[in-house]
């Protein structure tokens, strides 16, 4: 396959895991666009490799979507490189269940990042980095761990 192509495939993947996984809350679909061994280097302040594998990302992303049934990722522009692609993501949600402790606001929220993915062959995620505030938090005593109340 041509890098062209790959690109163009790792692209809509990761398109494909925000539009058929996060934005519907289906979690379990995550296997079909993550490698079962893939890394998140982005910890939340979870303990070390917590937050890896199908498993962590359903451990990370099931406190977000309990906590915001209408989370919406929509993609602003990506960035793409051999075999690792840069999205920049403006998230949206309604704070309707518990969250890091803290109970439901009601509040509406709008905020933008970045994510970092790189590939594997087969056109899975195989790691993930991004901004992690969260941990930091955690670290400072400041708010529980992800999935901890």
Do not use: C
């Amino acid at each position: 396959m041509q890098t062209a192509t790959i690109i163009e495939r790792n692209i809509a993947n990761a398109m494909k895991l925000i539009d058929e996984v996060i934005n519907t809350g289906n979690l379990g679909l995550g296997d079909r666009y993550l490698a079962a061994d893939r890394i998140d280097y982005q910890e939340y302040g979870l303990p070390p490799g917590m937050a890896n594998g199908h498993e962590g990302f359903k451990r990370v992303l099931g406190g977000f979507v309990e906590a915001f049934p209408d989370l919406d990722l929509e993609v602003q522009f990506t960035v793409a490189n051999d075999d690792r692609i840069v999205l920049y993501i403006s998230t949206t949600g309604t704070h309707r269940g518990p969250f890091m402790g803290m109970a439901p606001t009601g509040k509406r929220f709008k905020v933008n990042g970045t994510d970092i993915f790189r590939f594997d062959d087969e056109g899975k995620i195989a790691a993930h980095w991004g901004v992690d505030t969260f941990g930091m938090l955690a670290q400072l005593g400041l708010i529980p761990p992800l999935g901890q109340s």
